[in-house]
């Protein structure tokens, strides 16, 4: 039952991410961040077992075909760039904290990189600013999962 109840929030998530990119709901100064991104590498690092990572990433790409329909080629890349990053996250530093923000770091390069390896170039100042507000987002994340779960965590109720 608690697995259930975990993969629904997981669920929720990624619903809420979707509505949220899909209204750009958070743009800021035309730059809109990549929520899919955000849940796809905290699954990544929350995720320990290669079967729940692998659910997650199912439901992501059912879900895009009911809320972003034309964004599946970019939510299948996201996807395995997912994959891929679980399989490589041995090679990184053990701390989810900074693990995190170097997955969002790398797989903002890596999605710009093969969805359109030019506009790396042509739009430079966009893609930092997109890396930047991804970062800003991710550590808000961190923080507010880290307040949600502190008792969780510590056995210390606040």
Known sequence: ???L???LIWVFFIILAFVLQANHFLSLGGINPNLILLVIFGGVIAKKKILEFLILISATVLLSTVFLPYWLKEILILGSLGILALL???LLTGNN???FL?????GTLGFYSIINFRYLFANP???AAELIYNVILGLITIFVVKIFFYEEETGIKS
């Open 102 to 106: 170097i997955l969002i770091l790398l």
């Open 125 to 127: 100042p966009a893609i």
């Open 97 to 99: 904290f900074f693990d």
């Open 1 to 3: 039952m608690k697995d």
């Open 5 to 7: 109840i975990k993969m």
């Open 88 to 90: 490589l996250k041995k």
